[in-house]
C-alpha cells in the first residue's frame, strides 16, 4: 500500500527535528554510518552482516515519543495492524538514494513501513496481484521487480509504470534481486537454492 501526504508538514517538521545526529552518548539507540548515509535503530539494532535483529536484545531507550502519537494515529486509521516496536532512520547524503535491495521480512512481521521524509519520493510501487513479499530496482533503475505469495514475480518499468512481463515459478520465490551488471536475475527459493534468469 503507498500512502501519500501521510504526514503533514508540521509532522514532517517534528519528526525531522527530533532526530539527533550527534553522536549517542545515553546509548539509547545504536548509530553508524555506512558508505554514503548515517543509520539510526530504535527498539532493536538491525546487524547488516547478517540481515537481522537479535530479538533477545532489545535497545534500553524503545522508540523516540514524538514517533508514538503518529504511530498510534496509523494504528486507528487502519494503515498498519500493530505498533513496530523497531525503528530504522536513514539519512543519505546529496545525491544518493536507497539502493537497490531486498527487505528482510523474515526478521520481522508481516509489516514493513518505510517513510521518505525531507525529500521527493522519486519512486512509484505500482499494484500487483496477491500479497507482496518482495522488491527489488533493477541496478539502472529502468524496472521494478516485486514477487508475491502466489510466486508470481511481475517486472513493471520503472517510468511508465506498466507491468512489462510477470511469470509464475513452480517453487516458493523467497528473495528477488539483479546482479550489478543488470544482466542476471537471481530468485531464492524454500529449499535454499538460487535460480538465475539471463
Same mark, same amino acid.
Given at each position: 500500500?503507498?500512502? =501519500?501526504?501521510?504526514?503533514s +508538514?508540521?509532522?514532517e517538521?517534528?519528526?525531522?527535528? +527530533?532526530? !539527533?545526529?550527534? =553522536?549517542?552518548t545515553?546509548?539509547?539507540?545504536v548509530?553508524?554510518?555506512?558508505?554514503?548515509?548515517?543509520?539510526?535503530?530504535?527498539g532493536y539494532?538491525f546487524?547488516?552482516?547478517?540481515?537481522?535483529?537479535? &530479538?533477545d536484545k532489545?535497545l534500553?531507550?524503545?522508540?523516540?515519543?514524538?514517533w508514538?502519537?503518529?504511530? =498510534?494515529?496509523?494504528? !486507528?486509521e487502519? $494503515?498498519i495492524k500493530? &505498533?513496530? @516496536?523497531?525503528? #530504522?532512520?536513514n539519512?543519505?547524503e546529496?545525491?544518493?538514494?536507497?539502493?537497490?535491495?531486498?527487505?528482510?521480512?523474515?526478521? $520481522?512481521?508481516?509489516?514493513?513501513i518505510?517513510?521518505?521524509?525531507?525529500?521527493?519520493? $522519486?519512486?512509484h510501487?505500482?499494484?500487483?496481484?496477491? &500479497?507482496?513479499?518482495?522488491?527489488?530496482?533493477?541496478?539502472?533503475g529502468?524496472?521494478?521487480?516485486?514477487?508475491?505469495?502466489? @510466486?508470481?514475480v511481475? $517486472? #513493471?518499468?520503472?517510468?511508465?509504470?506498466?507491468s &512489462?512481463?510477470?511469470e509464475?515459478?513452480?517453487? =516458493?520465490? !523467497? *528473495?528477488?534481486?539483479?546482479?550489478? @551488471?543488470?544482466?542476471?536475475?537471481?530468485l #531464492?527459493?524454500?529449499? *535454499?537454492?538460487?535460480?538465475i534468469?539471463?
Amino acid at each position: 500500500m503507498v500512502v =501519500e501526504e501521510i504526514v503533514s +508538514s508540521d509532522d514532517e517538521k517534528m519528526l525531522l527535528e +527530533s532526530i !539527533n545526529w550527534s =553522536e549517542d552518548t545515553d546509548y539509547q539507540n545504536v548509530q553508524k554510518s555506512l558508505k554514503h548515509r548515517r543509520v539510526k535503530h530504535f527498539g532493536y539494532e538491525f546487524h547488516y552482516e547478517n540481515n537481522n535483529v537479535d &530479538k533477545d536484545k532489545p535497545l534500553p531507550g524503545g522508540l523516540p515519543d514524538v514517533w508514538g502519537s503518529i504511530l =498510534e494515529k496509523w494504528l !486507528n486509521e487502519g $494503515f498498519i495492524k500493530h &505498533k513496530p @516496536d523497531q525503528l #530504522t532512520i536513514n539519512q543519505y547524503e546529496p545525491g544518493h538514494r536507497i539502493p537497490a535491495h531486498i527487505d528482510t521480512h523474515s526478521a $520481522f512481521e508481516d509489516e514493513i513501513i518505510s517513510l521518505s521524509l525531507g525529500s521527493e519520493v $522519486f519512486y512509484h510501487l505500482s499494484s500487483q496481484k496477491g &500479497k507482496n513479499t518482495s522488491i527489488c530496482w533493477s541496478p539502472d533503475g529502468q524496472t521494478i521487480a516485486v514477487g508475491n505469495k502466489d @510466486d508470481v514475480v511481475t $517486472f #513493471t518499468d520503472a517510468k511508465t509504470h506498466c507491468s &512489462k512481463a510477470e511469470e509464475q515459478f513452480k517453487f =516458493e520465490v !523467497n *528473495g528477488i534481486s539483479w546482479n550489478n @551488471d543488470n544482466n542476471m536475475f537471481f530468485l #531464492t527459493n524454500g529449499n *535454499g537454492c538460487i535460480s538465475i534468469l539471463r
